[in-house]
């Protein structure tokens, strides 16, 4: 039974009790006062009595009236500026969709106003040289009111207002938080619902793990983050509030503008979402301050002794309370307080309009500042607010707390006019359907006070940095153990290889520390356990056990200076953790050098959309995909085996992607990341597949680094017989093997050399042969250009056949870019299966054999050998040609 149905059955007794209580909150306090309260449901419980665990408290704010800390700001000069905001906010839309059908948002802002007001006037402290800053996560549809103010603050000019939505001629402003599109500007993006909790979260954690590890210093500096009541809905929006709670990061303040709303309808018709939540973040161990009524309540709650003010409170449902503000003060007399004669009594003497006037805690901004400096002072805990809130608050009939009002981007005149007249902007009536902007004038105590109060916090935000002081990066022959051959009988894997790497990096004086190897719980599956005693494993508080394997040389290892992060078995979080890791350089300044290493299977289809915001953000660290490959990744089947990560990768603009074979491909290429990424602060991230298959690996050849970075390379140059046809072959990844030794059988059974490419990136050589074909398209008269891919096969004769341990797409990406069109791209479609190498590559059509009869079709088609000859390899190789396609199986 829930609290609000057990009916009070000897209200004298109740009375005593909470007396009792009074006196004991009176004299001795709340400690006191819980503890009591506590020892109280202990023994119940322990009586036998069952009394179900609450995590809710009362539908009224958190914070009472008589500890509210008040703000020292200007409440007058404040107000016109919030009200300046929501006009320009409101206006800068109106206009970009006069002319445009660009779309845009009113409402978000509406309800979030005083919200962003009171910490850009009183508490977000910006980067300077000697304060590292606030971060501050805005919601995404709430863009328009930082906007508003920035161009108030003559950041902005008119033309970027107007041109807001508008971008493609350079002038314009992003819809949404992106720091892509405004490096200088915004931090972080946050319009895919979710990901800007989760990766909140994480950016806190981070700033704790630079803490703890001597890079910075705390000074007290938070991580806000602002997001709708609706987006709590997405699992990664709370997925990861059980660490923030856990690891008490009390650096940490969520804002979660609770207008009741979503895109649709309300967000919990039926319920309450701010209670709702309260209980999740209690439960998870936060700090819950609810900011739900605003002060002209006060009165009201002095003279509701009996408690039924709040009992109605308490029994209304969000979908009432949206409907409230939806309609007028005789609508909230008559089905609010009309449902008690002890209400109506209450507001007899009150007119509608004053009714109407009881506001909510999010719109009254002492409220709102009470909020923001109590958790700014809470220690031990994460703070989450929770702030009650009308949707397009200020739009009146063309949206406020309608169903309807999020997609609103146009009002008619006559909302405007109430809008003006609401928030007093001084535009004169023929002026209202263009929706002008309004300012203040130089000189004016309103400018005058905005510019004061952002100088106080250290500058004007949001800002973003570009560059950090460029890292010291070892040559490539610091890896020169990796560029010879591995020698005879010595065998590894490309997963082996690149932990080499990683170790040497970590021992490297000058860049070492900033290194971050991020796992999720597979340390072991791919060779890291090593570096748990090596490195230590980050934990905040250490390690407070001793570990089971104490006594062996690499024993689990948690400590406060850790340097790994292990994530636990949470890829979403491990993405959170390396963007934190890959961004610090904008966000701390500090550049920081992460190694995320997973299954190559959870990565870009598991946690794409982080890949995405983290092309973004400019995001520079390295993405391992491990135990790669549809085939190579043999015994685990159809969840494990990633044949089109490559594919994933190739759709995020700004990640370079190679499938390397040989450590010191794998050399080269990390080398040459490190490079781009933290000497030339190029923003591009790197995606790396490496693979879990051990073989023996060769001397670097002479010369051919550049090769590697463009994306092929001459590996082995076929020897024909005079006369004797050629072919042309590609591979990538382990497959490159199969490759060569389809090579050999053409050799060895019909005299047909082949020249070998490794091919390190399909992905890099196409973004080449796109670039260079679109030169020549828009210089029809020049010297063309030649992309990377003809300039090593234009000589070359023969058709081309490459086969990799990916669909077949990923290889076809360059059929327009060769200069022949004679083409076979081999790859692993269809569902993966558990089964040994050797039969994968024969199921999925991808190994010597297949790579063999390839060519010999190629050449029978170019009528270069007989197409017997093609019959007769399919024979000698065992090929049934009556064989299911493998994608359909
Ligand atoms: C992942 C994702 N799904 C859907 C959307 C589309 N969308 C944008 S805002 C919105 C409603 C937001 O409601 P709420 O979070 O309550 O924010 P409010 O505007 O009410 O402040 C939706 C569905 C999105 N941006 N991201
Ligand atoms: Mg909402």
């Keep these: ?116 007001d009171v910490g850009f006037n009183h508490f977000w402290r910006a980067q300077t040289d000697t304060f590292g800053g606030d971060l501050v996560f805005v919601q995404g549809h709430s863009a328009p009111g930082v906007y508003a103010r920035a161009f108030m603050l003559g950041r902005l000019t008119n033309e970027q207002m107007d041109n807001f939505r508008q971008e493609v001629d350079g002038k314009g402003l992003s819809s949404y938080p992106h720091p ?249 009536d023929d002026k209202l359907e263009e929706a002008p902007y309004v300012n203040f004038p130089e000189g004016s105590p309103e400018l005058k006070y905005m510019h004061e109060r952002r100088q106080a916090l250290g500058g004007y935000q949001p800002a973003r940095r570009r560059k950090a002081e460029p890292l010291e990066i070892p040559p490539l022959s610091a890896f020169e153990t990796l560029l010879k051959a591995s020698g005879e009988g010595r065998e590894l894997s490309t997963t082996m290889a690149f932990v080499r790497i990683l170790t040497m990096l970590v021992r490297d004086k000058k860049i070492g520390k900033f290194v971050v190897p991020i796992v999720p719980d597979e340390s072991r599956t791919f060779g890291m356990e090593g570096m748990f005693r090596q490195l230590g494993i980050y934990s905040h508080v250490g390690q407070l056990y001793t570990p089971q394997d104490a006594d062996q040389l690499m024993f689990y290892k948690e400590d406060q200076k850790g340097q790994v992060l292990q994530e636990g078995i949470n890829e979403p979080g491990a993405m959170s953790s390396w963007i934190a890791a890959a961004t610090s350089y904008s966000t701390h300044g500090i550049s920081m050098i992460p190694f995320y290493i997973y299954y190559s299977m959870f990565g870009f289809q598991r946690v794409g959309d982080l890949a995405w915001a983290a092309g973004d953000m400019r995001a520079r660290g390295f993405l391992l995909g491990g135990t790669a490959g549809r085939t190579t990744l043999n015994g685990e089947g159809l969840q494990h085996e990633d044949g089109h990560s490559h594919l994933l990768a190739a ?160 290889a076809d990406q360059v059929r327009s870019f060769l200069p022949t069109h004679h083409f076979h791209a081999l790859g692993a479609d269809g569902f993966g299966r558990s089964d040994t190498r050797e039969k994968l590559r024969q199921f999925f059509e991808v190994d010597r054999n297949y790579v063999a009869v390839a060519a010999m079709k190629a050449l029978a088609d170019m009528e270069l050998v007989p197409r017997k000859k093609v019959t007769e390899a399919i024979k000698k190789y065992g090929i049934n040609p009556e064989k299911p396609n493998p994608t359909t199986v």
């Design 651 to 810: 759709t995020i603009p700004n990640c370079v992607a190679y499938d390397p074979t040989y450590a010191y491909e794998l050399a080269v290429i990390i080398q040459d990341g490190l490079r781009r990424m933290y000497q030339e602060q190029e923003d591009v991230y790197y995606y790396i597949t490496v693979m879990n298959e051990n073989y023996e690996h060769p001397a670097m050849p002479e010369g051919v680094e550049k090769g590697i970075l463009k994306g092929m390379y001459l590996l082995r140059e076929g020897k024909s017989k005079k006369n004797a046809p050629k072919v042309q072959l590609l591979g990538s990844g382990t497959i490159l093997r199969e490759v060569i030794a389809g090579a050999d059988l053409l050799e060895k059974d019909f005299g047909i050399a082949a020249d070998i490419w490794s091919v390190t990136s399909f992905n890099e050589l196409r973004r080449d042969g796109l670039d260079v074909q679109r030169w020549n398209m828009l210089h029809p008269e020049a010297a063309p250009r030649v992309s990377h891919i003809e300039t090593c096969l234009k000589d070359r004769e023969g058709p081309v056949i490459a086969s990799t341990d990916y669909m077949k797409m990923f």
């Design 1 to 116: 039974m829930d609290m609000q149905d057990i009916p009070d059955t000897d209200p004298q007794e109740t009375q005593e009790w909470l007396e009792a209580l009074d006196g004991v909150l009176k004299q001795e306090g709340a400690h006191r006062a819980h503890f009591l309260l506590e020892q109280l449901v202990d023994k119940a419980r322990r009586s036998g009595a069952y009394i179900p665990f609450s995590a809710n408290t009362a539908y009224i704010n958190t914070i009472p009236p008589q500890l509210e800390e008040h703000s020292p700001g200007d409440a007058e000069i404040e107000h016109r500026i919030r009200s300046y905001v929501r006009w320009n906010a409101m206006a800068m839309v109106i206009r970009a969709n006069k002319h445009t059908n660009v779309g845009g948002h009113i409402a978000s802002f509406a309800s979030a106003a005083t919200l962003y």
């Design 180 to 428: 892509w599109l405004m490096p200088d500007f915004w931090q972080f993006p946050t319009v895919s619902m979710g990901l800007g909790p989760l990766m909140a979260i994480y950016q806190a954690r981070f700033m704790r793990y630079l803490k703890d590890r001597g890079f910075l210093e705390a000074q007290g500096r938070k991580t806000w983050a602002f997001m709708g009541d609706g987006e709590m809905d997405e699992p990664e929006s709370l997925g990861a509030i059980s660490l923030a709670g856990r690891e008490k990061l009390d650096n940490l303040i969520f804002v979660i503008n609770c207008n009741l709303q979503r895109l649709d309808g309300p967000v919990r018709g039926n319920g309450k979402i701010i209670q709702e939540l309260e209980s999740d973040f209690r439960g998870a161990g936060w700090n819950v301050i609810k900011v739900i009524w605003g002060g002209y309540w006060e009165p009201l709650f002095m003279r509701d002794t009996k408690g039924i003010l709040l009992k109605r409170m308490a029994e209304c449902v969000d979908g009432e309370y949206q409907t409230f503000k939806s309609k007028d003060g005789a609508y909230v007399r008559k089905h609010f307080f009309g449902k008690y004669p002890e209400l109506l009594e209450m507001v007899s003497t009150m007119t509608d309009d004053d009714i109407w006037r009881l506001n909510r805690g999010g719109h009254d901004p002492h409220k709102v500042y009470a909020a923001y400096a109590a958790a700014m002072k809470h220690t031990g805990q994460p703070t989450v607010i929770l702030a009650k809130t009308i949707k397009g608050y200020g739009m009146g009939e063309s949206g406020e707390s309608q169903n309807i009002t999020h997609q609103q981007k146009k009002m008619g005149t006559s909302s405007i006019k109430a809008f003006r007249d609401r928030f007093a902007i001084p535009v004169p």
